[in-house]
């Protein structure tokens, strides 16, 4: 089955600063990587997502890269602001779009994002 | 926008008993899926459903059960509660074929005492 692994496990940059959370997944198959921002007591919430024909996906100050060579991917934040403090969980599956079928997500162990003031 | 409905949000269950937790998807999602989120874990995958029929299978006990009904609400049937079993309970929806993204509701927490 698929492995996702994730770094760092915490990070904390300063207000302002980049972020940059890395994943690797282990099954070639694997065509779709979303991520997930996770608050305290919450549900994950859908931040970004990208698909195995596509090496880059942006949308403001959040970006994803994708290598599938090298089965890596990650995740970008720009400009970071208090609320982007939360946890962060890269995933991987493998996606039938023609239909048919659904399967579950294999999540990465997580990232504590802290951002300092 | 309408959002992923679980109920109950909280369920406290002795030790060998049985729960039963629900899920609503997203208005036209036709797929759902259980995850499992133990304290400072990440989610692990249970079972999922897609237009009323088991699709994918993850590390979900025998003692769990769930089904998909004709309305597309899903129920995690739950028997012989272990302490173990405590947890964060979350449903995902989506429109299978079209977008793929998998939409989380805000769970259900299980305390086994």
């Known amino acids: 089955g698929e492995n996702v692994e994730q770094h760092p496990s915490t990070l904390s940059v300063q207000e302002g600063d980049s972020a940059v959370i890395k994943c690797t997944y282990s099954d070639s198959a694997s065509n779709y990587f979303p991520w997930y921002k996770q608050e305290l007591g919450k549900g994950p919430q859908l931040i970004i997502d990208i698909r195995s024909n596509v090496g880059e996906k942006k949308d403001q100050r959040i970006a994803v890269t994708l290598n599938k060579t090298a089965k890596h991917f990650s995740l970008h934040i720009t400009e970071t602001q208090p609320e982007d403090s939360a946890v962060y969980f890269c995933?991987?599956?493998?996606?039938?779009?023609?239909?048919?079928?659904?399967?579950?997500?294999?999540f990465g162990k997580g990232t504590h994002l802290i951002i300092q003031p | 926008a309408a959002g992923v409905i679980q109920s109950p949000r909280h369920l406290i269950k002795e030790k060998r008993e049985t729960a039963t937790l629900k899920c609503y998807p997203i208005p036209r999602h036709d797929t759902v899926y259980w995850y499992q989120q133990g304290p400072g874990q990440d989610p692990q995958f249970l079972i999922s459903f897609y237009e009323k029929m088991q699709s994918d299978k993850g590390s979900i006990p025998d003692r769990f059960s769930a089904q998909q009904f004709s309305d597309y609400h899903s129920e995690l049937n739950m028997s012989s509660l272990e302490l173990g079993d405590s947890a964060l309970y979350f449903c995902?929806?989506?429109?299978?074929?079209?977008?793929?993204?998998?939409?989380f509701g805000p769970g259900t927490r299980l305390t086994v005492t």
């Open positions: 995902a929806s989506s429109l299978e074929g079209q977008t793929y993204e998998q939409y």
């Open positions: 995933a991987a599956t493998a996606a039938m779009y023609s239909g048919g079928g659904a399967d579950g997500l294999t």
